[in-house]
């Protein structure tokens, strides 16, 4: 699972007033000393023994001993999760007035639209990941360590970040539009059977064609403290669609290929424009060659890695592509 990072946690409980909360799910609230003191709602309460301090941004329940802060109140409040309790505090969404044991509709609007087709409901997802990208510290720091954290590269490719929360903002499998959005979206392979996000935990990676449309979705695991075996590449189920950075076609007839769309990005961010990635040593697709032919590629500067494998895929691609009267180089790192 995609971790929420500490100072954010931190942030909420320093920044959110309990007594706001408190109030706002319609608890009235009395002075006595420095605390305030209101009827528990979540048992039979008739002695006032609900008691807020704000000073230190507390409550505690002394009839049926539950406490905590802002976070603890919206879980037991709204029968939520400790994640879904922080995304309805990140976006300031009001609580509902009555208690809930356990929520099965989402506290927060859905990203997605139910009647969108297939293209708009993939492109709905990439947006909503892109935006969480934007607000992630650790998505953001991952970016930066590996050199592609230039803004531009991030809004022009809207690289996005999958940590968890677009199925919190959906209904319940147990509700008939619920099953039916995520149904769907477990056919375009972005949820998996289990209702799990197929990307969570990872940097999200679109591929776009000439007219917009998402072709492709590659995923690369950043989170710690994976159990081992887990794959850190994934993408869209299905074979690969698309060619990543088509724009680098139409603009120069000399293309630098990648081995990673990882690896692209960062000769991108370089200042190197005429780039595109294949997907891995073997992931030179159909559409790569169709778009070398379609926009008269002339010459393909092959930067696989240096290693055994991609001297041996840059090796036999060469062959392939001398064939359709490409001329190829190989870059040597």
């Not at 209101?38 to 507390?58: I, W």
């Not at 999760?81 to 044991?101: N, Y």
């Not at 230039?150 to 209904?171: K, V, Y």
Request: glycine share 10%; hydrophobic share 40%; charged share 25%.
């Amino acid at each position: 699972m995609a971790r929420i990072p500490q100072p954010e946690i931190e942030r909420l409980k320093g920044e959110i007033a309990v007594e706001r909360l408190v109030e706002a799910s319609g608890i009235a609230l009395k002075r006595a000393g420095k605390d305030l003191l209101g009827r528990c709602p979540f048992h039979e309460d008739a002695q006032a023994s609900l008691v807020v301090t704000p000073a230190k941004n507390l409550w505690h329940c002394f009839g049926c001993q539950s406490g905590g802060g802002p976070i603890d109140w919206v879980m037991k409040h709204q029968g939520v999760s400790f994640r879904h309790a922080v995304e309805i505090l990140r976006a300031g969404q009001p609580l509902a007035a009555k208690v809930v044991k356990q929520s099965s509709v989402p506290k927060l609007p859905a990203p997605v639209a139910p009647d969108a087709d297939d293209r708009a409901l993939l492109a709905q997802v990439v947006g909503y990941y892109h935006e969480t990208l934007k607000a992630s510290p650790e998505a953001l720091a991952y970016l930066e360590r590996r050199g592609i954290g230039s803004q531009e590269a991030i809004d022009r490719f809207r690289l996005g970040f999958a940590n968890r929360t677009l199925g919190l903002r959906l209904p319940d499998k147990n509700r008939k539009d619920g099953e039916a959005i995520r149904t769907r979206l477990q056919r375009l392979g972005v949820l998996r059977e289990s209702g799990h996000e197929h990307f969570n935990g990872s940097l999200v990676i679109p591929v776009i064609d000439e007219t917009g449309s998402v072709t492709e979705l590659y995923g690369r695991k950043i989170t710690p403290n994976l159990r081992p075996g887990t794959p850190l590449h994934l993408y869209l189920p299905g074979p690969h669609q698309g060619v990543w950075n088509i724009e680098a076609f139409a603009a120069s007839k000399e293309v630098i290929l990648c081995e990673a769309l990882i690896d692209a990005l960062t000769f991108w961010c370089a200042g190197y424009r005429n780039v595109t990635a294949a997907y891995g040593v073997a992931g030179f697709t159909d559409d790569h060659l169709a778009a070398f032919r379609r926009y008269g590629t002339e010459r393909v500067l092959i930067a696989y890695d240096r290693d055994d494998a991609g001297d041996r895929a840059a090796d036999k691609l060469a062959v392939r592509l001398a064939a359709e009267g490409i001329e190829c180089w190989r870059i040597p790192f």
